[in-house]
């Protein structure tokens, strides 16, 4: 089940006004033109940003995510017609889905972090191997746990206000509620000043550490071939570059 923050339409349609810094996809989409992508898969597209900054440079796109609100709002962007937009996770691509075949997958802003269990992590990555054609890419970001990025997650820290077109002020924060090996639990909250109403959207990332990821793509059938840093958050994120296997 999607957080809220991704599947209440209300807050799925403020989203990108919300995180409007979307310069973490620059190392992605260059990363289209270093492996001479001509289809890619964004697994977790939400409301769609990479997938239709892609398809409005002509690559031919699938975008996968199991929130119907994030999707709704993807759909009536510039270009979205131009994408292959599939409701459900990374599992709606293993057999009997016929093949997407694609060059490159991504999974940005930390979607891999979602997966809380070993079997879900799995069972994601080996839908994502389905979907590549033999030799593709696989592309994603993981936060690094010995920076203890959560500890960052306070309204002090966090607190905004933004003036959103058509909706008028939303005062936003996060607080974390609960911190369990590798388990960080936080909630985000939201007040519309137009009506006074307030949102909550209540999250669990799991970090994984290196070597496990590591661990779990070659057991998906993926091959490890580069760990980055993320260039807008040097030395805080382990970006993956694996391939699939050969069979």
């Not at 892609?54 to 962007?77: C, F, H, T, W």
């Amino acid at each position: 089940m999607p957080d809220p923050h991704y599947a209440e339409p209300r807050l799925a349609r403020i989203y990108d006004a919300l995180d409007a810094d979307r310069s973490d996809l620059v190392a992605y989409a260059a990363m289209v033109t270093e492996f001479g992508a001509r289809r890619v898969l964004d697994v977790g597209c939400g409301t769609g940003v990479f997938a239709c900054l892609l398809a409005e440079r002509g690559v031919e796109v699938v975008g996968v995510d199991p929130a119907e609100a994030s999707l709704a709002v993807a759909r009536a962007k510039p270009g979205a017609g131009r994408v292959r937009w599939i409701l459900g996770d990374a599992t709606v691509l293993l057999p009997p889905l016929p093949p997407i075949r694609a060059d490159l997958a991504t999974m940005t802003g930390n979607v891999a972090q979602v997966f809380l269990t070993d079997d879900d992590w799995l069972a994601t990555l080996r839908g994502v191997r389905a979907a590549l054609r033999p030799g593709g890419v696989l592309a994603f970001e993981t936060r690094d746990p010995a920076r203890r990025a959560w500890e960052e997650w306070n309204p002090a820290r966090t607190h905004t206000v933004t003036e959103i077109p058509e909706v008028g002020r939303v005062e936003s924060w996060c607080d974390v509620l609960d911190v369990s090996g590798p388990l960080v639990t936080f909630r985000q909250t939201y007040v519309f000043a137009a009506d006074g109403a307030v949102l909550t959207s209540d999250s669990t990332l799991r970090f994984r550490e290196r070597g496990e990821v590591g661990r779990s793509l070659r057991e998906a059938g993926f091959r490890v071939e580069d760990v980055r840093d993320a260039p807008d958050r040097p030395g805080r994120e382990f970006v993956f570059v694996a391939r699939a296997a050969d069979v």
